[in-house]
């Protein structure tokens, strides 16, 4: 875990990018600096091992996303204490010094206009200057951080809805007519065959069984008593059953043909006129539509995201710490 982490902040193209590749570690491979066009070309945070300790490079303070950036930066290099290098004007940073009560000034020169000796003892005099500043806590950065966020969000959460006027481009059905063919169903008259079943009365024969009585010899068995003696005299009855002929009357069937009325029906085909439909074609004007654009101006009501307010809250915050300090 490195002891402290160094910040290089500052607006752009105030020699950050061209600083930081002073003093890289051999090996590393440089950034891109500024032309002096007054354009940012460092857009992302980025850390860098160097010979004054480890580096966290950004964007100019402009970006109000910074102090997100630095966070993701400082937790990479695992740091516990964090220092700042300002880059700015001489004479408005002595005043802000002088505000704050801050002593530690280094003057810093493009490698350009030195010698390698003059370019190690303003090493020195740096890594000097470091040394002697304490850092502040990167806990205490995070509340930072947080505090800012916070505002931001409150900051945009009370934001008045704004209104503008734009142009956009919107569909609508246009109309237009056009001739189209159809189909109709009409009717005609058509005399059409047709069968139908007419009745008419027959005389027919028909077989049937008529019942008629007769006499009949049946056996039919009887119980008979016989009476005797035994051989000693005494009387004996005994009863069988005996089987005689008697005269029965029963019923019977014979066929006989008799003769009925029944009624048939013929087929006689007969004319009938019926109305049918066919199909012709014929044509009609229609209104269709069809799908088109056009633009008008609308007004809409838009809120601006909480990232516009990041640069108003962290001023906000730190108005009120130098309060407290002035307070003091």
């Not at 950004?58 to 102090?67: E, K, R, V, Y």
Request: charged share 25%; net charge negative; hydrophobic share 30%.
């Amino acid at each position: 875990m490195a002891d402290h982490a160094i910040v290089l902040y500052g607006q752009t193209q105030t020699g950050k990018s061209t600083f930081l590749n002073q003093v890289l570690e051999p090996g590393q491979q440089g950034v891109s600096t500024g032309d002096g066009s007054g354009e940012s070309v460092t857009i992302n945070t980025s850390l860098r091992t160097t010979s004054i300790g480890p580096v966290v490079d950004g964007p100019g303070i402009n970006d109000s996303m910074l102090g997100f950036r630095w966070a993701a930066a400082v937790a990479a290099a695992n740091a516990e204490r964090l220092k700042v290098l300002v880059f700015v004007r001489v004479q408005a940073l002595r005043a802000a010094m002088a505000e704050q009560s801050i002593n530690e000034l280094v003057l810093w020169q493009h490698a350009e206009s030195l010698d390698e000796a003059e370019t190690d003892a303003q090493v020195g005099v740096l890594e000097a200057a470091l040394e002697r500043v304490p850092g502040v806590s990167t806990t205490q950065l995070a509340d930072l951080w947080q505090r800012q966020r916070r505002r931001a969000q409150e900051l945009c959460d009370r934001q008045s809805p704004r209104t503008r006027e734009v142009q956009v481009e919107e569909s609508f059905a246009e109309p237009y007519t056009e001739q189209e063919d159809y189909d109709e169903q009409e009717p005609y008259t058509h005399h059409e065959h047709y069968s139908v079943s007419v009745p008419y009365s027959e005389e027919e024969q028909y077989e049937e069984n008529e019942p008629y009585t007769t006499i009949e010899k049946q056996a039919v068995p009887v119980e008979v008593t016989h009476t005797g003696k035994t051989w000693y005299g005494k009387k004996k009855r005994r009863t069988t059953l005996e089987t005689k002929w008697v005269d029965v009357e029963v019923q019977k069937l014979r066929p006989v043909t008799r003769t009925r009325t029944v009624t048939k029906y013929r087929t006689e085909e007969r004319t009938r006129p019926v109305t049918l439909y066919r199909t012709v074609t014929r044509q009609r004007a229609v209104t269709k539509y069809r799908t088109a654009t056009r633009t008008v101006p609308r007004t809409v009501q838009y809120t601006r995201p909480v990232t516009d307010f990041y640069q108003t809250a962290l001023g906000q915050i730190v108005e009120e710490v130098r309060a407290t300090f002035r307070a003091q």
